[in-house]
């Protein structure tokens, strides 16, 4: 039984002991010990050359696939502690470096998981460019990055308890009183990519495990832990990029240039707002509504933009979202940044928005330099609106655009105060200003008024002689060539 026995392990490379047990060897240890390169294990023993078989099949399957599982090499005859045993032998003889292994002992080459993380990379880029404008990412990142900035400096320290006596047993103080102990900051998490089961499901659609489809079902789940690290780190490196990207300062001539663009905005509203006085209740409400929500709008995007780059928030141009500025300001802006964003989304109160803007851009918070115009720029501003209108006036071809136009120069000259007014406004304002017109420049104006009023609801086509009836009329007011 014993020559059969070992006729039988030479052919095979290995011995059980049911093998043994079976040919009525009682003494199988006794029998393995006449093997002098036999590797003893609980359920039997296997020869060196079956071990150096083994890690053979190993590193060409490494190799060629980068990818190989327990169950692809290991003897079934091996008891869990065998299979610990003889995967330590077989890794005992191979190259740590080119490869992981798996808690469920599957082996992966390392030059597969760079090519996994590397199939990530563009998903890892999309993600970053949407969640550097997510004010919840964003507020995580800064914890993480202000945590790790902790921990490259010095960690704090507290003094251990107890300690001998000094002399006498009492009243000295001993050295080990002295003894510190370094604690570390805990670091904080920080924002992360995918979860390791999510990381999982986008292996599985990978080709490389299509084709070499994972027997045991957590695999995949083991994999995606073994990234997760890595690209949770590649996704705040990117995330870090997107952010950087945003921030980055604008130049001299650029930051002077917006901030012309942010005072001719202030100051036009504010022109804008002086003439409101002559407007009854309910059409002042909506002449108000309607400048916040226009140049109002355009004063606060421009000017966020300009406070998220001065408070290193990445939100500008369009990608600026303007709640998510708010936690970046400091605590005493704050209030009025949510007052202004409420303003021009929902109020009709002008006065109180520029009340909001002149505290929001007060030099305490900002560098900005916002300021009210003396009356010569003033005058200058006045000015230069009307010429620009006297230039749409000239070319505007649209029967309701061109009587905005000709409303908002006849209303200037009267009240030496700009307005921006919506369509259905109109009538309201030529109210006012016929007041000032002689009795036949108000029955031609009525006439006109009229047939735009036509030509809007598709009744008739305004003609150009009448178009250009009431560009005259508008150059005779502005031009003060009328009866007072």
Not at 321 to 337: E, N, Q, R, T
């Amino acid at each position: 039984a014993v020559v059969s026995t070992q006729s039988t392990g030479q052919q095979n490379g290995y011995l059980t002991l049911s093998m043994m047990a079976n040919k009525g060897i009682d003494n199988p240890h006794t029998v393995i010990s006449r093997y002098p390169d036999a590797i003893s294990l609980s359920s039997g023993c296997l020869s060196k050359a079956t071990l150096i078989n083994a890690q053979s099949v190993i590193e060409e399957a490494l190799l060629a696939d980068g990818y190989i599982e327990l169950t692809d090499w290991m003897f079934d005859w091996c008891s869990p502690a065998d299979e610990d045993r003889l995967v330590d032998l077989v890794l005992a003889g191979m190259v740590a470096e080119k490869y992981r292994v798996l808690p469920g002992k599957a082996l992966i080459s390392v030059a597969l998981l760079n090519s996994l993380l590397g199939q990530f990379d563009a998903r890892v880029a999309e993600q970053a460019a949407v969640d550097a404008s997510n004010p919840k990412v964003l507020a995580s990142l800064k914890k993480f990055d202000d945590a790790s900035s902790m921990l490259l400096t010095e960690p704090k320290t507290k003094k251990a308890k107890g300690g001998k006596r000094g002399k006498g047993g009492k009243g000295g103080k001993s050295r080990d009183q002295d003894d510190e102990v370094m604690v570390a900051p805990t670091p904080a998490l920080g924002p992360t990519f995918l979860s390791p089961a999510q990381i999982a499901a986008e292996l599985s659609d990978f080709s490389v495990f299509q084709s070499l489809e994972p027997k045991e079902e957590g695999t995949l789940g083991e994999i995606g832990d073994l990234l997760k690290k890595q690209l949770d780190e590649k996704y705040r490196l990117a995330l870090d990029e997107e952010v950087r990207k945003r921030t980055q300062k604008s130049s001299k001539a650029q930051q002077r240039a917006d901030e012309d663009t942010i005072n001719n905005l202030y100051n036009t509203v504010i022109l804008c707002e002086k003439g409101l006085k002559v407007f009854e209740d309910s059409v002042k409400s909506q002449i108000e509504k309607h400048i916040l929500k226009t140049i109002g709008t355009d004063l606060i995007r421009a000017t966020f933009s300009i406070l998220a780059e001065e408070y290193e928030c990445p939100y500008s141009g369009d990608t600026l979202k303007l709640d998510s500025l708010i936690p970046y300001l400091p605590k005493g802006a704050k209030p009025h940044g949510t007052s202004l964003i409420t303003s021009i989304t929902s109020g009709s109160d002008v006065a109180e928005f520029l009340e909001n803007y002149s505290a929001l851009t007060d030099p305490q918070f900002t560098q900005l330099l916002v300021r009210k115009l003396d009356k010569k720029k003033e005058r200058n501003l006045v000015f230069a609106k009307k010429q620009a209108l006297l230039e749409s006036l000239k070319l505007e071809e649209k029967a309701g655009e061109l009587l905005n136009i000709a409303t908002s120069l006849m209303f200037l000259k009267q009240q030496s105060c700009l307005l921006h007014i919506p369509g259905r406004c109109i009538s309201s304002v030529l109210k006012v200003v016929s007041a000032g017109l002689s009795e036949e420049q108000q029955h031609l104006l009525e006439g006109l008024q009229a047939d735009v009023v036509a030509e809007l609801r598709g009744e008739a086509e305004m003609s150009v002689e009448r178009k250009q009836a009431l560009r005259g009329l508008v150059t005779d007011i502005v031009f003060g060539k009328h009866d007072e």
